[in-house]
């Protein structure tokens, strides 16, 4: 009988991570899924994918098409969830996502959200589908100089409804984390964008040190579970953008110098 599916997150294992197990990239997620000491860490699971360039930022339409605001593209991101998945997208970024909904049977593709009515929020792109998740979802940027940087992060409810129905008592609580440190416990979007498919933005600072910046959001049991359906709980995340408060690449300066004479 072969095993599809290995999952060793919050654990207390030392060492090395066997080839073996590496190998099997999307299908094993060793990465973080637990609140508590003892996960293994990133640089472990990244080892088969080496940073050719440094990069000063990192914009993500959770969920959605790769989609433009301004002069900043943001990639897109419909790739599977699942219950323990570790994704590596590119060489710069990639995902974690650990958990599976309760008494719903859901498939992979439900771990993305879809509104289906018209959104009048600007910039709705990056807000029509949005990242589910029913306990652990971590976003990984690689490769990033170190330094400081701004991350801010979008919210919009979108599977809530706000029609003072039974549909609109739901909430869907969540912590959010940042390098490993707990950033806002008990966010609850609802209450922060003070309704129903209106646009939160949470900003955070943030230091990477080695390369690697991780945005992890955790569902820590809080919240209602079935409303306006079975299985409505955990993270919902709409963009995520990372910006450098310290560098700007050589070609930037450049451009920037060039303006300046011109």
């Known amino acids: 009988m072969a095993i599809l599916l290995h999952q060793d997150t919050g654990n207390r294992l030392n060492g090395n991570i066997p ?24 640089g472990g699971c990244l080892e088969n994918y080496p940073c050719q360039k440094d990069r000063y930022s990192l914009h993500i339409n959770c969920g959605g098409e790769k989609s433009t605001v301004g002069n900043v593209v943001y990639e897109g991101d419909q790739y599977e969830g ?10 710069y970024w990639g995902f974690s996502s650990t958990g599976h909904f309760w008494d719903h049977n859901r498939t992979i593709n439900d771990y993305i959200a879809q509104n289906v009515s018209v959104l009048g ?5 990056l807000y029509t589908r949005a990242r589910l998740s029913p306990l652990s979802f971590t976003y990984y940027g690689r490769c ?34 940042i390098q490993g440190k707990l ?20 900003e955070f600072k943030a230091v990477v040190k080695n390369k690697t910046l991780e945005v992890r959001f955790h569902w820590a ?13 955990g993270p919902l995340i709409s963009a995520i953008s990372v910006e450098s408060g310290e560098f ?6 450049v451009k920037y110098r060039s303006l300046s004479l011109s």
Not at 183 to 202: H, L, R, T, Y
């Open 82 to 91: 699942g219950a323990a998945k570790f994704h590596p997208m590119i060489d």
């Open 19 to 42: 080839d073996g197990i590496k190998g099997r990239q999307s299908r094993t997620n060793l990465f973080r899924s637990f609140s508590e000491e003892g996960n293994l860490e990133l």
């Open 248 to 253: 700007r690449p050589y070609s930037f300066l």
């Open 221 to 233: 049991g809080k919240g209602t579970t079935a409303i306006p359906s079975r299985g409505t709980y």
């Open 121 to 125: 929020m600007n910039h709705s792109g």
């Open 183 to 202: 950033e806002s416990e008990d966010f609850d979007i609802v209450q922060a964008a003070q309704g129903v498919e209106k646009v939160v933005v949470k």
């Open 144 to 177: 990033l100089a170190d330094g400081n940087y701004t991350v801010k992060i979008h919210f919009a409810e979108i599977i809530i409804r706000g029609n003072k129905s039974f549909h609109s008592l739901g909430r869907q609580i969540f912590n959010v984390y």
